[in-house]
């Protein structure tokens, strides 16, 4: 019997899981073009992440310590996980949701259709391999059951990680960056009545990405 491991340890992040629409029945052909577009959308992440929190001010090597900030592919899913302080936690989810955004239309050019949910809180990682990272906790539990729920292009926000959100609506003084400036929560995630599977629908967060349209292609 192999011995119990002893350096996991409980950690605090944010935790995103998108699929690409469609791509279960592609061809040979069509599923090589998926995995080089999704292969550049995992490459390309992280400095999208890391030009944003300069941006805002933040310290990107302090967010990015003990390799916090990881994106990986399998089968036709991405996950992101990007660990930082809790104290961090709410104004780096806000700079999450502008990412999701960016991943969300370069995917859009390549051909890609993502959806997916994303969430906020406890984890605990284990790095198995320098590509490859196991994920287990409650906010992975809380993304696994929401991010192929809906029937459309975008990232919700879990209804968990909606009540961080909603508090942030009511206290923006929550979402201040280090160079004193408040990020706008419609420029991140914004309401949305979100078709689900069975006919159904629910008002929840959704990232912005619509509003980003015309700054990528320009």
Known sequence: MSELETDLRESYG???MLDAL????ATVEESMSFINAFRKIEM???EFAKSFLSVAGF????LYQDKGFYTYAFGDTIILLWQVPKKDGLKVLLITGIVLSIMIINGL???LRLRGAVSIGKVVPRESSKRNINILGPAVTDV?????ASELIGVVATPNCGQHLNYLQMNPNMAITPKGES?????CFRKYDVPLKGNSSRNLWVVS???YITDCVS
């Open 44 to 46: 390309d992440t992280p």
């Open 59 to 62: 310290d990107p090597v302090a």
């Open 109 to 111: 050019d390549m051909g």
């Open 144 to 148: 696994a059951s929401w991010y192929e």
């Open 22 to 25: 469609g791509v279960r029945n």
């Open 183 to 187: 990020i706008p929560l419609d420029s």
């Open 14 to 16: 944010i935790v995103a």
């Open 209 to 211: 990405w619509p509003q």
